[in-house]
T-cell receptor, first 115, second 111 residues
Framework: AQTVTQSQPEMSVQEAETVTLSCTYDTSESDYYLFWYKQPPSRQMILVIRQEAYKQQNATENRFSVNFQKAAKSFSLKISDSQLGDAAMYFCAYRPQYNNNDMRFGAGTRLTVKP | DAGVTQSPTHLIKTRGQQVTLRCSPKSGHDTVSWYQQALGQGPQFIFQYYEEEERQRGNFPDRFSGHQFPNYSSELNVNALLLGDSALYLC??????????FGSGTQLSVL
């Protein structure tokens, strides 16, 4: 069974600094997607960034980038130039490439941004 | 373009009661998935509806049931509520097996 593990329940970063959130996963599939979602107090899950497992190049979206290590089954999120609005719960998620029926989420990391 | 909308936003029920939660998908989406997010945890997949049928189900008891209407909107029903059913219930829509878009959820409290 696919599992997703986030080992950092809480992280803190100074405004304008860089922070990295960790995620590991377990799967026997070769084709899959990995995601980072942000959940602010509004509770809506907002997609931050997506990585296709068949792509070796790490995904980047403005200040957000990932370090995808397929062999190690590791998928970390780097937030550069942190802003107060980045404060939220961050969830790492996995799903098989051809099946979005069962997306698996980690337990989340609460990110605090200090002014 | 309205995103995924859920109602109600908050709900309080007592043990043994039944509850119905509602979800309207994003325009152009035909698939609805439901997730349960307990306090301090990530969302867990309940089931997915496509073409008015349950396509796949997660590890949830039969007390959890759903329905999808011809306009693609969906309902989640929970019977015989338990204290442990207290959670945030998230709806997500997609075009078939494409990217999921989430609503803001319904916070259910069972007393």
């Amino acid at each position: 069974a696919q599992t997703v593990t986030q080992s950092q329940p809480e992280m803190s970063v100074q405004e304008a600094e860089t922070v990295t959130l960790s995620c590991t996963y377990d799967t026997s599939e070769s084709d899959y997607y990995l995601f980072w979602y942000k959940q602010p107090p509004s509770r809506q899950m907002i997609l931050v960034i997506r990585q296709e497992a068949y792509k070796q190049q790490n995904a980047t979206e403005n200040r957000f980038s990932v370090n995808f290590q397929k062999a190690a089954k590791s998928f970390s999120l780097k937030i550069s130039d942190s802003q107060l609005g980045d404060a939220a719960m961050y969830f790492c998620a996995y799903r098989p490439q051809y099946n979005n029926n069962d997306m698996r989420f980690g337990a989340g990391t609460r990110l605090t941004v200090k002014p | 373009d309205a995103g995924v909308t859920q109602s109600p936003t908050h709900l309080i029920k007592t043990r043994g009661q039944q509850v119905t939660l509602r979800c309207s998908p994003k325009s152009g989406h035909d698939t609805v998935s439901w997730y349960q997010q307990a306090l301090g945890q990530g969302p867990q997949f309940i089931f997915q509806y496509y073409e008015e049928e349950e396509r796949q189900r997660g590890n949830f008891p039969d007390r959890f049931s759903g329905h999808q209407f011809p306009n693609y909107s969906s309902e989640l029903n929970v019977n015989a509520l338990l204290l442990g059913d207290s959670a945030l219930y998230l709806c997500a829509s997609s075009r078939d097996r494409g990217q999921l878009f989430f609503g803001s959820g319904t916070q259910l409290s069972v007393l």
